[in-house]
T-cell receptor, first 114, second 116 residues
């Protein structure tokens, strides 16, 4: 069974540029999460989807961050415009409705904003 | 608010030695407890989890963890460390899913180095 897929794995951009990350969860997992992991820290939740509905986006900086999961499967996280402080690893995770507490993570996208 | 503390930022052990990584949580109720491992440039891999029942749980790669309610701890152990265990280890908690919506709260991690 394929795990959570994320792309790109690495991204380098200049500040004020837009950037997008893509995630495909494990097949059959209805819940999808986006996390941000700053250097030397644990991941912090940005947004959680139940199917196509964003049920927790309280930690998403909505002035520059947006996310979508239009068909309830794959998801895109966008930053526009990027700032230096956005440099981090962006992790996607998914979980199945029967064991929602257990989340499976993708390899992450490492973003560097110059 | 729930919080997770991993008091050891960095630990170095010799290959073949035993290992214990500490994790304490601050919480009114017993949360669901997890240990994840992150190798350089990789995502997080679930090692083990505790929801209820037997307080000693077995995980993958020879790891185990013990939940101690009286100490609000969930320490990770391995009897004999291998060089491939060098990685960063994260303890995480989730409130009962019904109330928190499965929000994982992570500790800051413990980086494990293994001496040959």
């Amino acid at each position: 069974e394929a795990g959570v897929v994320q792309s790109p794995r690495y991204k380098i951009i200049e500040k004020k540029q837009p950037v997008a990350f893509w995630c495909n969860p494990i097949s059959g997992h209805n819940t999808l999460y986006w996390y941000r992991q700053n250097l030397g820290q644990g991941p912090e939740l940005l947004i959680r989807y139940e199917n196509e509905e964003a049920v927790d986006d309280s930690q998403l900086p909505k002035d520059r961050f947006s996310a979508e999961r239009l068909k309830g499967v794959d998801s895109t996280l966008k930053i526009q415009p990027a700032e230096l402080g956005d440099s981090a690893v962006y992790l996607c995770a998914s979980s199945h409705r029967t064991v929602q507490e257990t989340q499976y993570f993708g390899p992450g996208t490492r973003l560097l904003v110059l | 608010a729930q919080s997770v503390t991993q008091p050891d930022i960095h630990i170095t052990v010799s290959e073949g030695a035993s290992l214990e990584l500490r994790c304490n949580y601050s919480y009114g109720a017993t949360p669901y407890l997890f240990w994840y491992v992150q190798s350089p440039g990789q995502g997080l891999q679930l090692l083990l989890k505790y929801f209820s029942g037997d307080t000693l749980v077995q995980g993958i790669k020879g790891f185990e963890a013990e939940f101690k309610r009286s100490q609000s701890s969930f320490n990770l152990r391995k009897p004999s460390v291998h060089w491939s265990d060098a990685a960063e280890y994260f303890c995480a908690v989730v409130l009962s899913a019904k109330s928190s919506g499965d929000k994982l709260t992570f500790g800051t991690g413990t980086r494990l180095a293994v001496r040959p």
